[in-house]
């Protein structure tokens, strides 16, 4: 199922390049540097979900403690890292030609800033805790508390005075119909890259999980 999952990501993701390059026409005042809109988006899209996901598999391990869903969490967590991490660069080389700079502490990138940085933390206090359960535990309270950031991040800019432009008003976008198509589409390839890559590292760290739990017992025994 996963090599199915990474085939169609694959071929997804170079539908959506085709589509950002040569059939989304290009923005009327930004031009073609516009088009790493469409890879922006659908990163940041995907930042949220591995986030919601971190959040809600901590909640849900909190109340039947299956080391199954810390593992999801986890795995979530990495990949949203990743995630965030290209928003924050694909976000400054957009804005350098538009607003010619690369970074103004604006509401919308300082917030972003701030989600990454929290979900680091995360990671690094699983990286910090030896002891499985309690690792699972801290992480998981941590990953629900750091999750408040994410709705802060998407209604800044409409609750606080912004640069950053509101492409999404209630009812309609503010793109023509190839730029909607465009987009959707990334978003759906980033989708699947998504869910390919948390379940290749959930797997990898299931199995680096048993492997160290295979060794401590090996050692009890000598």
């Known amino acids: 199922m996963r090599k199915t999952i990474g085939i169609a990501a694959f071929v997804l993701l170079i539908l959506a390049q085709l589509a950002a390059f040569l059939y989304a026409p290009p923005e009327r005042t930004m031009g073609d540097v516009q088009r790493i809109f469409y890879f922006h988006v659908a990163s940041a899209w995907n930042a949220f979900l591995a986030f919601f996901v971190v959040f809600l598999a901590g909640v849900l391990y909190l109340v039947n403690r299956d080391r199954r869903l810390d593992s999801l969490a986890a795995a979530s967590a990495e990949v949203g890292v990743v995630f965030t991490t290209i928003v924050l660069v694909t976000g400054p080389l957009w804005a350098k030609p538009v607003w010619n700079t690369y970074w103004t502490w604006d509401v919308r990138l300082t917030t972003t800033l701030i989600l990454w940085f929290i979900y680091v933390a995360y990671l690094a206090i699983r990286a910090a805790v030896d002891e499985p359960d ?70 990898w760290l299931e199995i680096k999980e048993e492997l160290s739990e295979a060794k401590d017992r090996l050692r009890w025994t000598m």
């Open 134 to 203: 309690q690792r699972a535990r801290l992480a998981s309270i941590f990953g629900i508390l750091g999750f408040i950031d994410v709705p802060v991040v998407f209604f800044s800019i409409r609750w606080w005075r912004s640069i950053h432009p509101v492409l999404i008003e209630p009812g309609s976008m503010n793109m023509s119909s190839p730029m909607v198509a465009t987009l959707i589409l990334s978003v759906v390839a980033f989708t699947v890259l998504y869910v390919y890559l948390t379940l290749y590292v959930r797997d």
